[in-house]
């Protein structure tokens, strides 16, 4: 284990814990009157938040555990989880977004209504509910714990409960809204702090970036003989599961669908195209930088905690992890928020809730989330049956 706390550390990372909180409370208090202003954060949103919510959403403690851990044993090939999602992200700029914001769906599931009738709607939105109480919540709740354990020695089941506290307490009082504004500011702090760790692991091993890329596998971003990241296997992960993933997910799209207008939620999606070219070098190089500083690591998942600890000074360590916190409870949040909107307007709302008024349907939606985040960290712990966090994470969405 690895420690990284020291008195200084704590107290930045509290402060970075008060802010997120007053952030969401502050913005989730007026947010509350009707089902758009909870769901869709009464299309409010501007670019800015809406690409910097897009990619707090899609980072979380996989990438800055898993996805370390797995380039300190892989290499280059791991950056493609990274950059393969462009032919996504130009789907849903340029059909997916005209046709969500023209038609103004909050779900996807409705969208699937108007297309192919009420039966298409109920299966998707079941399925898609189920896949993130027992894939996106239980992993995303393991890998928390396992992250804080490592760095700061601090029992995992405790800090899953404080995990699921904190983030669902503004989560579920203050909907959409609060989720894309404590983004915004998540984000900004997670890529900085990565961003920190590349250029300080850099400078540690004097700027020789031939070592970090190595030779072989490990150096080429595609490549035909390693047969955990197969070719193949990548052409599949760029046009079948990112495209699912960034286009017709709801966990993704619903910032998109808060946005103020069309133009908006399109230089929403550009803005997290641009950001998406650096994120490897705060999800990814930092485990290539480490496995030049210390290649006999057994257990390649310990490398983010080493890099951490090796390279950032005391006082500092407490905002970059407070960077992996962001990272999870900004995916906690977006999870919440998707799968309270889908079991209130797509499953619940259609067969119980039809004459409700508008604020029974809030409620109900508070109540859905805060269930689906108690099952999911339950169902935490089925993670560790799994040899790497971030290999459960590939295994579990192929299917």
């Given amino acids: 284990e690895v420690a990284l706390f020291g008195p200084y550390d704590l107290v930045f990372f509290i402060g970075y ?86 038609n103004r769906v909050t779900t996807m599931p409705e969208y699937l209504e108007r297309r192919y009738g009420p039966r298409a709607r109920t299966l998707y939105a079941v399925l898609i509910v189920a896949s993130y109480i027992f894939a996106n919540f239980a992993l995303v709740f393991y890998t928390a714990g396992f992250a804080i354990e490592k760095m700061w020695s601090f029992p995992s089941a405790a800090a899953i409960a404080v995990l699921a506290l904190t983030t669902g307490a503004y989560t579920i009082y203050g909907g959409l809204a609060s989720v894309a504004w404590t983004d915004f500011f998540q984000c900004a702090l997670l890529l900085g702090g990565g961003i920190y760790v590349f250029f300080a692991g850099m400078a540690h091993i004097g700027w020789d970036f ?85 290649p006999g ?22 905002l970059v992890v407070a960077a992996v916190l962001g990272a999870i409870m900004s995916t906690i949040s977006g999870l919440v928020n998707s799968t309270a909107t889908m079991v209130t307007l797509d499953i619940f709302g259609r067969w119980k809730g039809r004459d409700w008024p508008e604020a029974r349907l809030i409620r109900f939606g508070m109540w859905s989330g805060g269930i689906a985040l108690l099952i999911g960290a339950v169902f935490s712990i089925a993670v560790s049956k799994w040899e790497n966090m971030f290999r459960y994470c590939q295994d579990i969405w192929a299917p």
């Fill in 17 to 102: 814990m008060v802010v997120v909180l007053w952030i969401g409370f502050a913005v989730g208090r007026k947010e509350k009157a009707t089902v758009n202003d909870y769901f869709r954060a009464g299309n409010t949103l501007p670019w800015y938040a809406v690409g910097f919510s897009i990619i707090a959403a899609g980072i979380s403690s996989e990438q800055f555990v898993g996805e370390i851990g797995y380039a300190y044993k892989l290499g280059m090939p791991v950056v493609n989880w990274e950059w393969l999602v462009f032919p996504a992200l130009s789907i849903l700029l340029w059909i997916f977004v005209p046709l969500y914001v023209r």
């Fill in 210 to 294: 031939a070592k970090v890329i190595g030779s072989g596998d490990r150096a080429h971003l595609i490549n035909h003989c390693n047969p955990e990241v197969p070719w193949t296997a990548l052409v599949i992960l760029a046009l079948s599961t990112n495209v699912w993933y960034y286009a017709t997910d709801q966990f993704i799209n619903q910032r998109c669908l808060g946005a103020k207008n069309e133009w908006h939620a399109k230089m929403g999606v550009l803005l997290a195209g641009g950001l998406q070219l650096i994120l490897p070098l705060a999800t990814c190089f930092p485990g290539m930088i480490y496995a030049v500083m210390n």
């Fill in 297 to 318: 690591l057994k257990v390649p998942d310990d490398a983010y905690a080493r890099v951490v600890a090796a390279l950032v000074p005391v006082g500092l360590r407490g």
